[in-house]
């Protein structure tokens, strides 16, 4: 009797402890396996056959379609260059070039991911509509009130602890596995200032 009481504990703290770390792995809403350029995460496996059990969860749970490999790519940025959480009340300058794709697009979202309501309705930028340097280049102003230039609309009405993330999709790029990803360069998320 004594030998079953303690297998029987054994099982269940096993299970508690195998749902707990499921459950905290998912919880993060980080998939494993991240490439990081700087601020930004890239996650190429997701969407293929490689693509490990936690994530596959992740996106199930938050109801993501990742881009397949001959899709694209998405970029996920939760940071600005110093290191800081980005915050929907600041102003924010996204500068630099992006590897080459057939097109590409920038979107604001909530901490979890979500698209917000702008004052304009409109939630991204996108490479065809850009104005950019004589080198290529660009910068944008990431702000909730308008800005000259190219302006990438933040939350009409935001706080500081909803979070934030920019996502950046590139389609028909060659960039789609982890190994494309060495040597390139990403745009720069520099905090302007915050109210």
């Given at each position: ?81 110093s290191g800081h959480l980005l915050d929907p009340t600041c102003i924010y300058r996204i500068s630099g070039q992006t590897p080459t794709a057939r097109l590409w697009t920038m979107t604001a979202t909530d901490g979890d ?83």
């Amino acid at each position: 009797m004594r030998t079953l009481s303690f297998l029987t504990l054994i099982v269940v703290l096993a299970s508690l402890l195998g749902i707990g770390s499921a459950y905290i792995m998912i919880e993060r809403e980080q998939p494993l396996n991240a490439v990081t350029i700087g601020s930004w995460r890239a996650y190429p496996k997701a969407g293929t056959a490689e693509a490990d059990p936690y994530s596959v969860a992740i996106y199930t749970r938050g109801a993501v379609v990742p881009l397949a490999s001959g899709e694209g790519l998405a970029l996920v940025a939760r940071e600005d260059r110093s290191g800081h959480l980005l915050d929907p009340t600041c102003i924010y300058r996204i500068s630099g070039q992006t590897p080459t794709a057939r097109l590409w697009t920038m979107t604001a979202t909530d901490g979890d991911g979500h698209l917000v309501e702008t004052r304009p309705g409109r939630v991204h930028l996108d490479s065809q509509n850009l104005l950019r340097n004589p080198d290529g280049s660009f910068e944008i102003n990431a702000a909730s009130e308008p800005h000259s230039g190219n302006w990438l609309p933040l939350a009409a009405s935001a706080n500081a602890s909803e979070g934030m993330r920019f996502v950046l999709r590139l389609y028909d790029a060659p960039v789609t596995t982890g190994a494309a990803l060495d040597g390139i360069t990403l745009p720069v998320i520099e905090r302007l200032g915050c109210p």
